[in-house]
C-alpha cells in the first residue's frame, strides 16, 4: 500500500512536470531558398521564429516504439517478440492564427518549399509546380523546451500563477501577470529542466481551419503535423541559484474561456 506521507515528501523533493511551461523553437532550413514571398522571407516575417514561439498553443513530445517480429527460438514452441528496428512517432503542434496570417504563412510557404503547387502568380501546374526539393533545403531541428520552478518558488503553485509567470516571461514584461487578477500575484522564477531536439524535421501537414459567424468570441487556430529522422532530450540538473530564461510557453494555460482576454491585455506591452 502507498503510504501518502511518502508520495508527498517523493512530490516535494522532485516535483512534478507540468505541461503548460514549455517553449517550442523552430530553425529556419540551413539552405531555404530565398526570394520575394518564399520561405525565407516568411521566417523574417515572424521574427525569425519568435511569433511561432508565443503562439504555440499545445505540442506533443515524440514518442518511441520498436520494431519486433514473432519468432520461434527453436523453430517450435511458444512464439516471442524480437526487436529488430526503433521508429518514432510524429508530433504535432497547433498554433493560435495572427489576424495577418504571419504564423500561417511560415507553414505555407515551408510545404510549398518542400513540393511547390504555387509560385503566387501562375496558375498550379506552371512552372516548377510538383518538383520535389533537394530534403538538405527544408529540413531543419525544432526544439521543445521543458521548465519548472525553481524548488521552493513554485512548488504547489496552481494554475493562474503557472499561467502568469509564462506570459510575462513571453510579454518581457514583469507586471503582466497582475493582469490576471491583482497586484500581488506572485511571479515565479522558472528554469529549464529538459529539452527535447528533433533532427532533419519538416512539416507534412496543415490541417484544414473552420470559419463560422457564430464563433465571435474564438481564436483561429491551425494544427501543423511534423516528421522527423530522430531525436535526443537533455536533461537538466535541479538549479541551487540563478535560473534559465522562463519559457514563452502557452498562452492559453489560464484557461480557454480567458484567452481573448489575455490576449487584448497583452496587446498594449511590446513583445
Not at 520575394?36 to 515524440?62: H, M, Q, V
Amino acid at each position: 500500500m502507498i503510504d501518502i506521507n511518502q508520495f508527498k515528501s517523493a512530490v516535494h523533493k522532485h516535483d512534478l512536470e507540468r505541461p503548460n511551461l514549455y517553449a517550442v523553437k523552430i530553425g529556419l532550413p540551413r539552405t531555404a531558398p530565398g526570394g520575394e514571398g518564399g520561405l525565407l522571407e516568411a521566417f523574417d516575417e515572424s521574427e525569425k521564429g519568435r511569433i511561432l514561439t508565443l503562439f504555440c498553443k499545445t505540442a506533443t513530445l515524440p514518442g518511441i516504439a520498436l520494431g519486433t517480429v514473432d519468432t520461434k527460438r527453436y523453430s517450435v514452441g511458444p512464439t516471442h517478440k524480437m526487436p529488430v528496428g526503433v521508429g518514432f512517432t510524429d508530433v504535432s503542434m497547433t498554433f493560435l492564427c495572427d489576424a495577418s496570417g504571419v504564423t500561417y504563412n511560415v507553414f505555407y510557404q515551408w510545404l510549398n518549399t518542400i513540393m511547390p503547387f504555387s509560385d503566387g502568380t501562375q496558375a498550379p501546374g506552371n512552372g516548377r509546380s510538383f518538383q520535389l526539393e533537394f530534403k538538405k533545403n527544408y529540413e531543419s531541428d525544432i526544439t521543445i523546451e521543458m521548465y519548472r520552478g525553481v524548488q521552493g518558488k513554485f512548488a504547489g503553485a496552481g494554475l493562474v500563477q503557472a499561467a502568469a509567470s509564462v506570459i510575462s516571461a513571453a510579454a518581457g514584461v514583469p507586471f503582466v501577470g497582475a493582469l490576471l487578477g491583482g497586484r500581488n500575484l506572485p511571479q515565479h522564477t522558472l528554469e529549464k529542466s529538459r529539452e527535447v531536439t528533433m533532427y532533419k524535421a519538416y512539416p507534412t501537414s496543415i490541417s484544414d481551419m473552420s470559419v463560422s459567424s457564430t464563433d465571435s468570441d474564438q481564436i483561429a487556430e491551425f494544427t501543423v503535423g511534423f516528421t522527423f529522422y530522430n531525436w535526443s532530450m537533455k536533461r537538466y540538473p535541479v538549479a541551487s541559484g540563478g535560473s534559465e530564461a522562463p519559457a514563452a510557453g502557452d498562452l492559453l494555460a489560464a484557461g480557454r474561456a480567458a484567452v481573448s482576454d489575455i490576449t487584448n491585455k497583452i496587446r498594449g506591452f511590446t513583445i
